[in-house]
């Protein structure tokens, strides 16, 4: 089944304690990208990536890194934890291919609160 | 830049009740993508539909509509014979490249009995 997974799923954790969110698909797809979700903001580009090894910043890219090793895996850190990155992420994913490029496919959420 | 507003913040109707979801967007692309997701109380993101800028052509599917005007930079979304199942959170997104989707606001929708 094609997919987008995200680990954990629901996560609490305290202000400093550095933590990765890890984002996997299997559609061999090109494109990656994290977003956050905020009451009355939508939903936001943290970070994208092209291909391996091509990362880029989206629109909110403060305290957050990403890498891109594996053309599957997109693991979204936070090396330094604070109250405000207390949201819902997304993981997506999207292919290069001419008719199917603007559709992203949505890993299901992990819910993050920063004490 | 480009930029999606949704205008209303919630709507609350009775069962059976239609109801429109207005997007409007901004882009100086003449090539995009428009889109609606579906976002249910359980979190996960649910595609509805997808549009390119040269397809102005209503699309319905089952009691789902949706009315794209290009003239009003307008792509909204219409329910009829609403039912409890489709309370949700509504968000319509617009294609920026390949990359990256441009969120408006969302709208939550709450079907009463």
């Known amino acids: 089944e094609a997919q987008v997974t995200q680990n954990p799923r629901y996560l609490i954790t305290v202000t400093g304690k550095k933590l990765t969110v890890t984002c996997s698909q299997n559609m061999n797809h090109e494109y990656m990208s994290w977003y956050r979700q905020d009451p009355g903001l939508g939903l936001r580009q943290i970070y994208y990536s092209m291909n391996v090894e091509v990362t880029d910043k989206g629109d909110v890219p403060e305290g957050y890194k990403v890498s891109r090793k594996e053309k599957r895996n997109f693991p979204l850190i936070l090396e330094s934890p604070s109250p405000n990155q207390t949201s819902l992420y997304f993981c997506?994913?999207?292919?290069?291919?001419?008719?199917?490029?603007?559709?992203?496919?949505f890993g299901p959420g992990t819910r993050l609160t920063v004490l | 830049a480009q930029k999606v507003t949704q205008a209303q913040t919630e709507i609350s109707v009775v069962e059976k009740e239609d109801v429109t979801l207005d997007c409007v967007y901004e882009?100086?692309?003449?090539?995009?993508?428009l889109f609606w997701y579906k976002q249910p109380p359980s979190g996960e993101l649910v595609f509805l539909i997808r549009?390119?800028?040269?397809?102005?052509q209503n699309e319905i599917s089952g009691r789902y509509s949706w009315n794209f005007q290009k003239s009003t930079s307008s792509f909204n979304f219409t329910i009829t014979a609403s039912q409890v199942v489709d309370s949700a959170v509504y968000f319509c997104a617009l294609s920026q490249g390949a990359q990256k989707l441009v969120f408006g606001q969302g709208t939550r929708l709450t079907i009463n009995p």
């Open positions: 882009t100086r692309d003449t090539t995009y993508y």
């Open positions: 997506a994913s999207s292919s290069r291919e001419t008719e199917t490029r603007r559709e992203q496919f």
């Open positions: 549009r390119n800028s040269f397809d102005e």
